[in-house]
């Protein structure tokens, strides 16, 4: 059985153009799911549509690709989530939202935050996903890091807190100061910014970089009464790891939002932000239950987020592939969905197959057996299955909070 601390059900969320794509193909290549890194435009990515997609059998709204990755010896899970970054999409952002367990939110190291970036920061406030920032384009012209961090608590109204400090900007940027461990964090050009190394703080660095790491102490200490009585008597004797723990608590609780730095597209940063995910942005298991109504009694009802409790889960997307015909996307919130399993879908109040369950690869589909509480899985066969839709374990009603969404408007021409 899956570990569920082991699971992160990502969004990455971001203003149109500040290098969603660019950053999710890097993810995907790090991970080891793509295998050739391309030039990156629009229509011509793994999370984008086009012709070669359908070939590929897999569709833009690839809704959730998962992946894996290798941290401290363990390895973890990544389903990312896509989360359509237009206004135009503010419903299905919204649909994505109630999802997630956490998000990265990208911003443009030149632009900032920007109106777009705030509409989707609102929406994820009104959810209550945790939030990693990541400040993106480094190499770009008129890239300040800091002014993204100031924008954000002025805009965004959150505690920007920066886990690192980038060293350089524009042509210049050189790589990130790691504020918990003090040292720079330096990629190699050779191979693609797979690697990095870590060397000592440069000497004209050092007096700002302990000021930020100054700054990040006093914002999390207060969380952590280890690291705080630490702080107040003997600051040299903080571990990395008192650190990690605090910011951790205060990134869950939205006390705080840690902040990174890179370049996707220069191969600068993605490696330590999905090290950051796993550190600092909740696992399934951190939501310990899932509130919904019986509907035959009207009384509100949990569902623990454990294997042994009942099946229930939502579909928040219905995908039409061209080779498997309709698959719906299933959360899982409690309990396990086997193949093959009857469930209850709790609209429609029949009885319906879950005739195959897969998880979607960036380039293909793999069947799985099951899937358990926190993940999230591609179910065929559900028969009328639509957005919204919670499925349950025969004789086990509940219906998961329902979703709210907007009714189109409809304009008419005069
Ligand atoms: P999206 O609209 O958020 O998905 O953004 P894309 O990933 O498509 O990126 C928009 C444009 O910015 C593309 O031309 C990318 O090549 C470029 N881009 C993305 N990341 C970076 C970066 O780190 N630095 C620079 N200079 N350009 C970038």
Not at 103 to 111: E, H, P, R
Not at 122 to 132: C, I, M
Not at 194 to 202: A, D, E, K, S, W
Not at 340 to 360: E, P
Request: with cysteine; net charge negative.
């Amino acid at each position: 059985m899956k570990k569920l601390s082991n699971l992160r059900n990502l969004g990455i969320m971001a203003h149109v153009d500040a290098g969603k794509t660019t950053t999710t193909e890097r993810i995907l290549y790090y991970t080891g799911m793509i295998h050739k890194m391309g030039e990156v435009h629009h229509g011509n990515t793994t999370m984008d549509s086009d012709p070669q997609e359908e070939k590929r059998g897999i569709t833009i709204s690839s809704a959730a690709i998962t992946t894996f990755w290798q941290h401290q010896g363990q390895k973890y899970q990544f389903n990312l989530i896509d989360t359509p970054g237009h206004v135009d999409f503010t419903v299905e952002v919204e649909r994505s939202l109630r999802v997630l367990d956490g998000a990265v939110m990208l911003f443009c190291a030149a632009s900032g935050v920007e109106p777009q970036s705030e509409t989707v920061w609102r929406q994820a406030d009104r959810y209550g996903v945790p939030r990693l920032a990541f400040v993106n384009k480094m190499d770009r012209k008129g890239a300040n890091f800091l002014r993204v961090v100031a924008e954000m608590k002025q805009r965004l109204k959150t505690n920007a807190v920066p886990l690192q400090l980038p060293v350089g900007a524009e042509d210049d940027f050189r790589g990130v100061i790691d504020l918990l461990n003090m040292n720079f964090i330096v990629w190699n050009d050779d191979d693609v910014g797979q690697t990095f190394q870590r060397l000592p703080v440069p000497e004209e660095w050092q007096a700002e970089a302990l000021h930020w790491r100054e700054h990040l102490l006093e914002q999390v200490a207060e969380y952590d009464p280890v690291l705080l009585s630490k702080y107040v008597e003997n600051a040299e004797s903080i571990t990395v790891a008192d650190l990690m723990r605090a910011i951790r608590q205060a990134a869950l609780q939205m006390h705080i939002t840690p902040v990174l730095g890179g370049s996707a597209y220069k191969n600068k940063g993605v490696q330590p932000l999905l090290d950051a995910v796993i550190d600092y942005l909740p696992s399934p298991q951190d939501k310990s239950e899932v509130v919904g109504i019986n509907p035959e009694t009207e009384q509100e009802e949990v569902r623990q987020t454990t294997v042994n409790a009942p099946f229930s889960g939502l579909v928040f997307k219905v995908l039409v592939d061209k080779f498997v015909g309709k698959m719906a996307l299933v959360r899982v919130y409690s309990g396990v969905l086997n193949r093959g399993d009857f469930v209850n879908n709790m609209r429609t109040g029949q009885k319906v197959r879950a005739s195959r369950l897969r998880q979607i690869l960036s380039d293909k589909y793999e069947g799985i057996d099951q899937a358990s509480a926190g993940d999230i899985c591609a179910v065929v066969g559900l028969k009328d299955a639509r957005t919204g839709d919670t499925l349950t374990a025969q004789g086990q009603p509940i219906v998961l909070e329902a979703m709210q969404f907007p009714e189109p408007v409809i304009g008419y021409a005069i």
